[in-house]
């Protein structure tokens, strides 16, 4: 049986060994991708992003358990900025395994993020698709980031969820143009400290400054404590209602295929990519490069002469 | 006539259409880029790096007049990173050329930088391709940046000067690892100002914990006054003695090959970037966007079938 039949058959095991297999990018995690892809799309995904410190761990996790409550299982991505040296991420995982890790309706995994652009990785959104797979219910995404996550999270969440706290006033008022258009629900967490009341009323005006149009999704302010157990019930109330919206106004639909066609674009740039670096193209490549140094060919010709070998070299593996 | 062939015979205004067609991406660009290649790798290209307020454009002015009154024509590339709405590229080449804008053997050009990742742009590289078709002797390519310019600038430098001030101790202190070894030649400007002798035996104590073997090109250290003319004349004799280097060594060759395959590579995701967004194949992939969000093909499937669509039609072109 191969991994992508286990995983759908609800084997952990299977699934965590994928997920391992995705984040080192190996041609197994490739092929059993494919082979679930046409099982996802189900799950309703969560973006939860949030600067360090306002507390979106404990958040997350009493969410994990409202959900629980209703009979939902849920699939977590936390995505740990931190290098994958200094083992921030499996720690990560350790400390929530202790809580949730006997339940069998929560999946729980962290991701080293990679790259320069602090964009969401193709890890993250492959991850995605094996929790959907293994037929969970709700997948939280969780990121660490300020200004460019909020937005980037929109290319895999359904409904993107930004946390805040009282002391951050300032950082509203800077908030980047995208921002307010990203996020469906604002949550303001340590409500129980000082200016809750103040940062509330701040967004309140800003959202007010928009035009919307009738039918539109107006984002919701939810005030929450998180450490306290206080709000949190109207949060998930607040996600559901997004996700009944999406479904009921045609936007998931939108989203959903907006998304398809990114992970389109992606996947083109990664066969190009590896076919490039493949054994049986790579004399070809440095022949081709030596060309181009005695300036024999140019780019764009060479670029032209690989695709063509490296169609050639797809079709003969598929036929 | 076709704008390579203008660009050749030395025409400064198809010079100029062809950089602003390079910075739109226009296919016409792409055509006489393609043209052009075989005339280029004469130019010796100097990256000249350096955190905004260190003098670097004083500094590049200087250069200019020492090499023209050696004989040498130039080129210079000012990356500004300025938005091209506020007109500081504009701006800036204009206070340039009212110093050289009457002198033939210079061509000046500022470009605008674009994308999220502070790397260089592909507009850069395509800029540099043309002065070197136009035969300058050197082309400077002036990039403001701290960190990751001065190890992305060697994409395009065969010597990379990096220029700092006296007020730069610390910076020196917490320079990241790669830099050290992507810099051929660091400036000290503003050497009248205090600390200067202190910034260069930190940066001299920093290069001898090095371990160079017999043959390898250890950094200089020049101490300019660029706004007083000091120094600038052993700036560029260190230029040129590490482009004698380069090439004795067989280093140019090695620099040059490294290039043209990441050119190569950067020419293959544009070819098929390209593809993707033509209108021939455009109802084509809006097919499997669809077909993707109903789940019945899979992202890399759908790759697959938009890459041998799109190299029957590149094939087609061609012949």
Not at 17 to 28: K, Q, S
Not at 142 to 169: C, R
Request: hydrophobic share 40%; proline share 3%; net charge negative.
């Amino acid at each position: 049986m191969g991994l992508a039949d286990k995983v759908l058959q609800g084997d952990v095991r299977a699934a965590a060994r994928l997920m391992r297999d995705i984040e080192d990018g190996t041609p197994v995690a490739v092929e059993a991708l494919s082979n679930l892809y046409p099982h996802t799309g189900r799950a309703h995904v969560v973006g939860i992003t949030g600067a360090p410190g306002v507390g979106k761990s404990t958040l997350v996790d009493t969410i994990i358990s409202i959900l629980r409550q209703r009979n939902m299982t849920v699939g977590v991505v936390a995505i740990d900025p931190s290098s994958p040296f200094t083992g921030g991420a499996i720690l990560g995982d350790r400390v929530r395994m202790q809580k949730h890790g006997t339940d069998q309706g929560v999946f729980i995994r962290s991701l080293a993020t990679r790259g320069c652009s602090g964009g969401l990785s193709k890890a993250t959104i492959s991850t995605v698709h094996v929790m959907d797979a293994m037929s969970k219910d709700i997948v939280l995404v969780e990121t660490v980031g300020v200004g460019q996550a909020e937005i980037d999270i929109t290319k895999v969440a359904d409904t993107s969820v930004l946390v805040l706290t009282p002391g951050m006033g300032d950082a509203i008022q800077v908030m980047k143009a995208g921002i307010l258009e990203a996020v469906d629900i604002f949550v303001i967490n340590k409500a129980d400290q000082d200016g809750a009341q103040g940062v509330k009323g701040e967004l309140q005006a800003m959202l007010d400054m928009k035009n919307y149009l009738p039918g539109d999704w107006k984002p919701a302010i939810v005030l929450t404590e998180a450490i306290n157990n206080q709000g949190a019930e109207e949060l998930v109330e607040e996600i559901l209602r997004h996700r009944q919206f999406l479904i009921s106004s045609g936007g998931l639909e939108k989203r959903r295929r907006e998304r398809a066609r990114l992970e389109l674009i992606e996947a083109i740039e990664t066969t190009i990519t590896n076919c490039v670096a493949n054994e049986m193209v790579k004399d070809y490549v440095e022949k081709l490069v030596e060309d181009l140094v005695r300036r024999k060919t140019s780019p764009n010709s060479a670029a032209l002469e690989i695709i063509n070998r490296t169609i050639k070299q797809l079709t003969a593996h598929d036929g």
